[in-house]
């Protein structure tokens, strides 16, 4: 048995990462005397004007992304406030950091500080008293493996081609367990490569940011009938055996002088894209639209909850940024029925989890997210366990640091054996 003595943090380090676009990113080395925890800041393309700012150096040196200044931060002004803290008391030591930073939005520490930093400690603690990060975060009861949502076709700021929606997105949630899903996502990931090929030619099949394809193609139905052929042809059914999903991360193609969005080169009117959504989900069974407007349309996010909210989970991330004060406003306007959840849009553990509990309070679906620039890091795999969140957005399966939170998910499915629960369908079934 861990004593108290075993969770006082003696040292608190912080040392250059490269991200997955080879950016200069955060990581945080947190000791105590009974454990060791690392945590990597994750970067975001497509982000919210309402996240929390990382801290960049600016200047010529990594295109101005260099992190000196945060790892001087975490070196200088939290390690000597740390150090002697209990690692289990998450909500003090994130408080800490916020009154250090005093900011409304981590513009001082740097929400790649505080973030790494968060995830860190939480690690640490849990390696102190020697229990997995899942269960020391979660307790006994997580043991709910999420449906995977995983983003095989790759557009708007994540790839060199002329799609629109950022994410097009096949979901196994017919499988009877976490592993046969990801067996049959590869399959259907193979048999997509297939049909690509033969269709747009090999060099449709490079990659982009999130593992996804990136083809040259010009039209979201072109995307979707792809993942559609793909499930057929690797002998699935979409509807029963895979869901679709789209993450149209809007924001990145309103025009705001026009108050109108440029998709496959039209401009649409909100009322004329909602049209276009219901139109797509009927057609191709998609059971999951992540952004469709903007971040400061709260009225047509109401409009397409209440249109199509009981087949669809429609999600706010630009929406909410994982910040309560968002959030609330959503859930007042019932604006959607789920919230993604990502730790560096706000910056800490503990004011992620606080938002967590106030979606599932007001029956807001939380879905736990990488960013498009992630790393190593799996920590979002134990997240998605420990909160019974049901859903985890982290890419195509390709590249390692999409496969280090699925391979993390196998993982904790087989340490928990027969109690282990496969999300499945279950988030879709209102
Ligand atoms: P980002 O994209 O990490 O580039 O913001 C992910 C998303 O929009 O969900
Ligand atoms: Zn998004």
Do not use: C
């Not at 040392?15 to 945080?28: C, Y």
């Not at 996502?185 to 449709?204: N, P």
């Amino acid at each position: 048995m861990a004593g108290d003595e075993d969770f006082i943090i003696s040292y608190v380090h912080g040392v250059l990462a490269l991200d997955s676009r080879g950016n200069p990113t955060v990581k945080v080395i947190v000791k105590t005397k009974g454990g060791v925890g690392v945590g990597i800041a994750p970067s975001g393309a497509s982000k919210s004007t309402k996240e929390a700012i990382e801290k960049r150096d600016g200047g010529r040196g990594w295109g101005g992304m260099g992190v000196g200044q945060a790892l001087s931060n975490v070196n200088t002004l939290l390690s000597p406030r740390l150090i002697g803290l209990d690692s289990r008391r998450q909500a003090l030591i994130d408080g800490v950091m916020i009154e250090i930073d005093g900011t409304p939005n981590k513009s001082r520490l740097g929400g790649n500080v505080t973030t790494a930093t968060s995830i860190a400690v939480a690690k640490a603690a849990a390696a102190s008293s020697g229990v997995e990060l899942y269960e020391y975060l979660g307790g006994p009861g997580a043991k709910v493996l999420p449906t995977p949502l995983m983003n095989v076709i790759n557009g708007g700021v994540h790839a060199g081609n002329d799609l629109a929606f950022q994410e097009f997105i096949m979901i196994p949630a017919g499988a009877a367990s976490f592993a046969e899903a990801m067996r049959m996502a590869v399959e259907v990931y193979k048999s997509l490569k297939s049909y690509l090929t033969d269709k747009y030619g090999k060099t449709s099949t490079n990659v982009g940011d999130e593992g996804g394809y990136a083809p040259p193609m010009k039209e979201v139905r072109e995307a979707l009938e792809a993942l559609r052929a793909a499930i057929k042809s690797a002998g699935y059914e979409l509807g029963s055996d895979f869901l679709l999903g789209l993450d149209a991360a809007s924001s990145e193609f309103y025009d705001p002088e026009k108050k109108a969005y440029r998709v496959d080169g039209k401009l649409y009117e909100p009322g004329e894209l909602l049209e276009l959504y219901s139109q797509l989900v009927d057609e191709f069974s998609i059971a999951y639209l992540e952004d469709p407007f903007h971040e400061d349309d709260l009225q047509h996010f109401t409009e397409i909850t209440a249109k199509l909210g009981s087949r669809v989970l429609i999600v706010g991330d630009d929406l909410y940024a994982t910040n309560v004060k968002y959030l609330k406003r959503g859930i007042e306007a019932k604006a959607t029925n789920g919230a993604l959840v990502k730790v560096n849009q706000v910056g800490t553990l503990t004011e992620t989890l606080d938002y967590v509990r106030m979606a599932r309070n007001a029956g807001v679906r939380p879905v736990i997210s990488h960013r498009s620039g992630d790393t190593e890091d799996p920590f979002i795999a134990d997240l998605a366990v420990a909160v019974g969140a049901g859903l985890i957005k982290t890419g195509a399966p390709a590249r390692s640091e999409r496969l280090a939170k699925y391979n993390r998910l196998l993982e904790i499915e087989d340490s928990l054996g027969p109690l282990a629960v496969y999300a499945g369908k279950e988030p879709f079934t209102r």
